[in-house]
């Protein structure tokens, strides 16, 4: 197979023109819009496909996908309810079977164009039986797949006996990132005690931080605020991250443009994930009813970065989930009423290279020169007409070579006489 490939008639983001794409060795070597052949070089036509990086998920919990029926249904709906029913449910898998599980959601996520994810494992569980399973899972999909592991207290820091203890250990096993629950703590006082914790071990072990932050509609959850300060006190405002904050959505508007402020002195980074977050909040509301997501769009209007994950697949906390981003980017754009011409034009960075930012990875990620050669080509010729018809993937490459080809859908019959 050759090292060195051209790939022609590539339409990027951003750009009307056509362009070519020269890799060597699996590393972009040139993009520009004339690039000459050469001899004993690959030529693929892409027939002016949109290339765009690869989609990012940087919130998903790999080791709870397709649980949703191994014990009782969450017949409320809720966050909490889901928590409870998989405290009830877990600690019956071997390492192997915990391995088989995460490696059913990566292939999905990765049949759908992802590339990087950062997965949440619960290590309120003395025997790591999750957290092994993913630090083996992790060395073994390296060449293909950017894969992030977050020690997470699901069960709560403090309001789980020992719970901090684990999250310290698992710190020490190879966890790339301190989580925390805040919310689900058993008063304010010990989420913010847990919040401090997290803040505290980022910066022991050098880590990054990524804290559920108030998944609730209650509107005097406030450890976003918190969470914020710290990490701009410590300096690690672009390493830290504050996945769902949902109540944040419902503050009220003065407190929320002052934070707004101090979230772009301190660089934090803001993961919405919109299928579970609306299919979970408001459950207590009658009308008006919450939508359950943060303010994606003041985020993002304030040059903050903020970013769409899965979040969930068939678990006792979501029924659905696929690892389709472009499902989910479609649902949070919406929600968020992001359409308007020019958002539609950037919308794809919401799933692509802010979910890279938040994972810290924009040292290998992006298609420029001198990178690694990984890009996904959808099934559009705009990113118009990508959103617009939530267009599949053709291929998935890395480092230069493919990870799979999909054949696009031909339509044949008496519609034809429509074009």
């Known amino acids: 197979m050759s090292s060195t490939k051209l790939f ?172 925390a629950i805040p919310h689900f703590e058993l008063a304010r006082e010990f989420g913010e005690k847990s919040v401090h914790k997290a803040i505290g071990l980022a910066v022991k072990y050098d880590k990054l931080v990524d804290a559920h932050c108030d998944e609730t509609d209650d509107t005097q959850s406030r450890f976003l605020e918190l969470l914020n300060a710290l990490a701009l006190m410590e300096g690690i405002g672009t390493r830290t991250t504050a996945s769902h904050t949902c109540s944040f959505g419902s503050a009220d508007n003065s407190y929320a443009f002052r934070m707004m402020k101090l979230f772009k002195k301190s660089g934090i980074n803001f993961i919405s994930c919109p299928t579970e977050n609306v299919y979970l909040e408001g459950r207590q509301d009658t009308y008006p009813k919450r939508r359950g997501i943060t303010r994606v769009k003041e985020l993002y209007d304030n040059g903050i970065n903020v970013c769409f994950a899965q979040d969930s697949m068939s678990d006792p906390w979501y029924p659905l989930g696929n690892g389709n981003m472009m499902m989910i980017l479609d649902h949070g754009i919406h929600l968020a009423q992001m359409m308007s011409p020019e958002e539609i034009t950037n919308d794809l960075d919401l799933v692509t290279t802010n979910g890279a930012i938040t994972m810290s990875i924009t040292d290998r990620y992006g298609i420029e020169e001198g990178k690694p050669a990984n890009f996904i080509v959808l099934d559009a010729k705009s990113e118009f007409e990508a959103i617009c018809e939530r267009a599949g993937i053709t291929a998935s490459v890395r480092h230069g070579e493919y990870l799979f080809e999909k054949i696009p859908a031909k339509v044949t019959g008496a519609i034809d006489l429509l074009k």
């Not at 997965?119 to 083996?136: C, M, N, Q, R, S």
């Not at 020690?151 to 789980?160: I, L, N, R, T």
């Open 8 to 179: 022609k008639n590539v339409r990027l983001k951003g750009q009307k023109e056509l362009t070519s794409i020269l890799v060597e060795d699996g590393v972009f070597k040139k993009i520009s819009a004339d690039l000459p052949e050469q001899a004993g070089c690959e030529i693929i036509d892409l027939q002016g496909q949109l290339v765009i990086p690869p989609y990012v998920d940087p919130h998903m919990h790999l080791d709870y996908v397709f649980t949703a029926g191994l014990g009782e249904e969450n017949g409320s709906g809720t966050l909490f309810e889901g928590i409870q029913r998989w405290s009830e449910s877990k600690g019956h898998m071997t390492v192997e079977q915990m391995k088989e599980r995460i490696y059913s959601g990566i292939r999905k996520e990765m049949l759908n164009g992802v590339q990087a994810i950062r997965t949440h494992i619960d290590v309120t569980d003395p025997t790591f039986t999750g957290l092994k399973a993913a630090l083996e899972v992790r060395d073994e999909v390296n060449d293909i797949l950017d894969l992030q592991i977050v020690a997470f207290p699901q069960e709560g820091m403090y309001a789980y006996k020992g719970g901090d203890e684990l999250v310290e250990e698992a710190l020490k096993m190879g966890a790339d990132c301190v989580g």
